[in-house]
């Protein structure tokens, strides 16, 4: 059992600390000085009350025992740990990097102490697991006949694949870019996510029998009705790629780019490799769209690029430091939250939204004319000739029933030579699937399915953002490891697989 004292000898957290500022925006490495293992996890592992309801595990989608392997860490028992955390979750070295902890928030000593470090916890086990050799592939003890294909290498697809190929199945990952992981290769930076990480878990993958086949763009190269005829099942993990735009006067104009064009580039640049769209934020003046977690990973981005100036623009108020009133303990709470690229420069602007676009057109090859707040210039139309200037936004109040009004006469415009859209993502990209193998879809345009994660179309299946919506890598995971079982029993009439979450299932918040 735990120190049942452990909370009152150790009352405070221990964050590990992060590189120097200064340091860390000249390269694309790991911001963090200190990550995994350190002289003091053990100490603070044995701050967890292990208690009789662990609430900690209800805000966890993945159902991770929690104070079990809280206490394995406070032990020392590095193997046992790695073994119970692993029952539950296929890739903690990327949970325990990216997933925002709303098992922290939800810890019942975060109560009237700053919670439990779990996600710490996570990064040590999974980072001791590695350097003591624990992590060994997992091949099936027998093989099925019975063949899968998985449409998407993300978070849900790969852990859907993993779950799978050890039950025996055959399983063929099908991936439209050059390299595995999904937005973890190409949307999340490399200096929040190290791409070795990922490389190394599709090592073990194909170990344990997982086919992987990259550059494979389905509904082109192959279509989805042959990919069905070809397979005993299919799983649709396509992520929800479709962004929100923001469609105001001047958005024809050059240089107005959505975030999801941009950093894929940036880290092509920095595996060696040749950017897609060009996009490059170096000596520019750069305004973001979206104040979220691409939008910071806009922020970061930019600066490690060199640009002149980065300016967020966040409609909404920012967030409070501590639980408002309608965000009782343990739901999860929207509180500000400082990130690591927020910490390294640029300017938030809240309560600001976007009117329009300002920018210059050539004319006759030499003359520059000023184009209005409409985009337009006398006798010449923005349509992608000229290129953005500038940002008009005006601020933002409160209105009734929580509703947005501008304020009148606090309009003004944010220079800006690069302007990248980071508003969130609508849905999947499904023209080629309806076409191909007519789905039916929800009210929000993503892939309908029924609780055992099927979709209209017999054996063929979603999850992760494309039947979900956009959400955190933790539910990915979680989608992935259900779906996984909803296949296994539809294709052996029964599963042992485990099944975390159900497809109607909500994070924890009100």
């Not at 001047?250 to 780019?257: A, S």
Request: some cysteine; overall charge negative; aromatic content about 6%.
């Amino acid at each position: 059992m735990s120190d049942p004292k452990g909370f009152l000898k150790v009352r405070t957290r221990h964050e590990a600390q992060d590189r120097p500022v200064a340091e860390r925006i000249r390269d694309w490495n790991d911001v963090h000085a200190q990550s995994g293992f350190q002289p003091w996890t053990q100490e603070q592992a044995s701050r967890c009350m292990d208690c009789g309801t662990p609430f900690c595990m209800t805000g966890c989608p993945l159902g991770n025992i929690i104070p079990d392997f809280n206490d394995l860490v406070r032990q020392g028992k590095w193997e046992e740990a790695y073994q119970r955390l692993s029952m539950t979750n296929n890739f903690p070295e990327v949970t325990g990097l990216i997933c925002p902890a709303p098992c922290e928030q939800a810890c019942v000593l975060g109560i009237h102490q700053p919670p439990t470090m779990i996600k710490a916890d996570e990064q040590a086990i999974i980072d001791q697991a590695w350097k003591l050799d624990y992590v060994k592939p997992m091949p099936p003890q027998r093989l099925s006949d019975m063949t899968i294909a998985i449409v998407g290498s993300g978070p849900a697809g790969l852990a859907c694949a993993q779950q799978l190929t050890r039950a025996g199945h055959t399983v063929v990952v099908y991936e439209r870019d050059d390299e595995i992981g999904g937005l973890m290769r190409y949307g999340i930076p490399s200096f929040k996510l190290d791409k070795h990480l990922i490389d190394r878990r599709v090592r073990q993958m194909e170990a344990e029998g997982t086919v992987f086949r990259t550059n494979m763009e389905i509904g082109k190269d192959v279509g989805w009705d042959e990919l069905r005829s070809r397979y005993d099942a299919v799983v649709v993990a396509i992520g929800s790629r479709v962004p929100r735009d923001v469609t105001v006067p001047g958005r024809g104009l050059d240089g107005i780019h959505f975030a999801m064009d941009f950093l894929p580039d940036a880290n092509r640049r920095v595996e060696g490799k040749e950017p897609i769209n060009g996009i490059d934020a170096k000596g520019r003046r750069v305004v973001i769209i979206g104040g979220g977690d691409t939008g910071s990973d806009c922020l970061g981005t930019a600066i490690r690029q060199g640009a002149t100036s980065v300016t967020v623009l966040q409609i909404n108020p920012q967030e409070p430091t501590e639980r408002p009133d309608n965000q009782p303990w343990p739901t999860y709470a929207r509180l500000y939250q400082p990130t690591t690229s927020m910490q390294e420069g640029g300017t938030y602007e809240y309560n600001t939204d976007t009117i329009s676009f300002t920018g210059i057109e050539d004319v006759a090859g030499s003359e520059r004319v000023t184009l209005d707040d409409t985009g337009l210039a006398s006798g010449f139309a923005a349509d992608g000739s000229g290129h953005v200037t500038g940002v008009k936004v005006v601020d933002v109040s409160g209105g009734k029933d929580g509703g947005r009004g501008h304020v009148a006469g606090t309009e003004r415009v944010i220079d800006a030579d690069l302007v990248l859209i980071s508003t969130g993502f609508l849905h999947p990209d499904t023209e080629s699937l309806l076409d191909q193998l007519p789905v039916d879809l929800d009210g929000r345009g993503n892939v309908a399915r029924n609780p055992q994660f099927e979709t209209n179309q017999d054996g063929v299946f979603v999850c992760g953002d494309a039947g979900r919506g956009q959400s955190l890598v933790v539910w990915a995971i979680a989608e992935g490891r259900s779906c996984a079982s909803a296949v296994d029993r539809f294709l052996q009439g029964a599963s042992e697989l485990p099944a975390p979450i159900a497809t109607t299932q909500k994070p924890m918040r009100l």
